[in-house]
């Protein structure tokens, strides 16, 4: 396996190996954050004339140090900006 990701303190991952640190809430297991470090969260906006509007949630796979896989559809046309979130699927905050 090759180094997928790190963290903050630059803990590696190994590709396609779940962590396994998970904490239990309300008699559900719910994952803790990086659990999936491949996995990514995407959000883009696109700028037709005179606005921005975001138009998609999407979640994709981070397939080398530089390539994440995702749908087309989480690309629209006019998109200038993407937001990726990698080590989970979900959106976190107000981004």
Do not use: D
């Not at 180094?3 to 559900?28: D, I, P, Y």
């Not at 883009?44 to 138009?55: A, C, L």
Request: hydrophobic share 35%; with cysteine; aromatic share 10%.
């Amino acid at each position: 396996m090759h180094q997928c990701s790190t963290t903050e303190n630059n803990e590696a991952f190994e590709c396609g190996r779940e962590v396994t640190n998970k904490r239990l809430l309300l008699s559900r297991v719910v994952e803790s954050p990086n659990v999936y470090p491949w996995m990514a969260f995407l959000a883009s906006w696109r700028y037709p004339p005179n606005q921005r509007i975001r138009v998609a949630y999407c979640n994709g796979a981070l397939i080398s140090n530089r390539h994440i896989l995702t749908a087309a559809h989480c690309i629209p046309e006019y998109t200038r900006e993407i937001f990726i979130r990698l080590g989970t699927i979900h959106r976190v905050g107000n981004e």
